[in-house]
């Protein structure tokens, strides 16, 4: 999906190049105006496979970084809605080289499943001389290794509503059919502003972009803080998609978005409302148990090195307020509506703890 500008981060200014290993970090970030370009794999996974992939349980792998909070929206919604045996995972090094993500946490460097070295491969698996960039999140076809999408934002709805006959007993509704119109509406304005709004401060090359895309920010913050004075959740009485989006942008705030990306009028541990409210979602089981901050702050302070030419990571912030009472519950609400919350995370999937508070 695009925005108004349209594009991917960074498909433009990363090489697929076939060589060994390559260097770490990308200079191009800051150096030329930053556009977010379409998703270019938009086929989707379907109940009824009309695009030639159908929803099946052990055929698919999501690939993500925990540093991206593109791809965490999918790492939440299969959390929340329990398609974890169904949907298998790879988690890439935070860090990427000039052949993009990378699978250098797995042992050998390969992931286990596709056994391959780079996600540049299943990219190539499908289109041999993609000319674009390679992203996460991606899903891979297991049996032919091929990329099936890269569509991060078709990709969770998708999740949510097609994926319904592998949901676990107890599922909530992340995208409830009378609430659609509404949730997409407040989604819109987040994405424009504030999901990709703070990428469009960090990436500015110029200062009044900069300034225009800092103001969009911190406009938007605002009504959203407004909103959620009163109301425990975005849209409705439970958690919902755009609760997942607002999620993963807010809960990296304060770690990268606030310093790296110079939106620093202020932290959203600095505003009591986003603060109780993302500190409630981080508390829910299936949102916090996947972030890692430490990879988030590894990849955006070392890869993106010409916001940050000496890669160095900060120490902070302090991460100990995330575990503190938020008193968001007083408000009602029922997270779940009728459903349950997820079980514990799967072996395997656990956050370590340098990332965690
Ligand atoms: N594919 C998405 C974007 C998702 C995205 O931008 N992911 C980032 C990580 S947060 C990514 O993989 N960028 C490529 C890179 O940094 O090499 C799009 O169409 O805009």
């Known amino acids: 999906m695009s925005d108004a500008t349209g594009a991917t981060e960074t498909g433009k200014t990363e090489s697929k190049g076939k060589g060994g290993e390559g260097k770490e970090g990308n200079a191009a970030y800051g150096r030329k105006p930053f556009k977010r370009s379409r998703s270019h794999f938009a086929d989707r996974i379907t109940a009824d496979g009309r695009d030639g992939w159908p929803v099946e349980a052990g055929?698919?792998?999501?690939?993500?970084?925990?540093?991206?909070?593109?791809?965490?929206?999918?790492?939440?919604?299969?959390?929340?809605?329990?398609?974890?045996?169904?949907?298998?995972?790879?988690?890439?090094?935070?860090i990427q080289d000039d052949r993009s993500w990378r699978f250098t946490l797995d042992p050998g460097g390969r992931d286990p499943v596709l056994g391959i070295r780079y996600l540049s491969e299943a990219y190539d698996a499908r289109e041999t001389d993609y000319p674009g960039g390679v992203s996460v999140p991606a899903i891979v076809d297991e049996p032919s290794g091929k990329l099936v999408t890269n569509d991060y934002q078709q990709l969770t709805l998708d999740l949510a509503t097609e994926w319904t006959a592998l949901h676990r007993p107890g599922a909530p509704d992340l995208y409830p059919e009378p609430l659609r119109?509404?949730?997409?509406?407040?989604?819109?304005?987040?994405?424009?502003?504030?999901?990709?709004?703070?990428?469009?401060?960090?990436?500015?090359?110029?200062?009044?972009?900069?300034?225009?895309?800092?103001r969009d920010v911190f406009r938007r913050l605002a009504l959203v803080s407004e909103r959620l004075v009163d109301r425990r959740y975005l849209v409705g009485e439970t958690i919902t998609e755009a609760d997942i989006r607002l999620f993963t942008t807010l809960v990296r705030f304060d770690a990268v978005y606030h310093g790296h990306f110079k939106c620093n009028r202020h932290k959203v541990a600095e505003?009591?409302?986003?603060?109780?409210?993302?500190?409630?979602?981080?508390?829910?089981?299936?949102?916090?148990?996947?972030?890692d901050f430490d990879h988030i702050k590894r990849h955006y302070y070392m890869v993106h090195t010409g916001v940050n030419p000496t890669r160095i990571v900060p120490l902070g912030p302090d991460l100990s307020g995330w575990l503190t009472p938020h008193h968001r519950e007083e408000l009602g609400g029922r997270p779940f509506g009728d459903g349950t919350p997820p079980g514990p995370v799967p072996a395997g999937e656990e956050v370590p703890a340098a990332g965690r508070p």
């Not at 997409?184 to 225009?212: H, K, L, P, T, W």
């Not at 505003?271 to 972030?291: I, M, N, R, S």
């Open 59 to 94: 055929r698919y792998r999501l690939v993500v970084s925990r540093a991206c909070p593109w791809a965490s929206r999918a790492l939440v919604s299969r959390r929340l809605l329990g398609l974890e045996n169904s949907l298998s995972l790879a988690v890439t090094d935070p």
């Open 181 to 214: 119109d509404e949730i997409d509406e407040v989604m819109e304005g987040i994405y424009r502003d504030v999901n990709n709004g703070v990428y469009r401060a960090g990436f500015a090359s110029e200062q009044g972009e900069y300034e225009r895309a800092y």
């Open 271 to 291: 505003d009591p409302v986003l603060h109780a409210y993302v500190k409630d979602l981080y508390q829910t089981p299936g949102f916090g148990d996947t972030v």
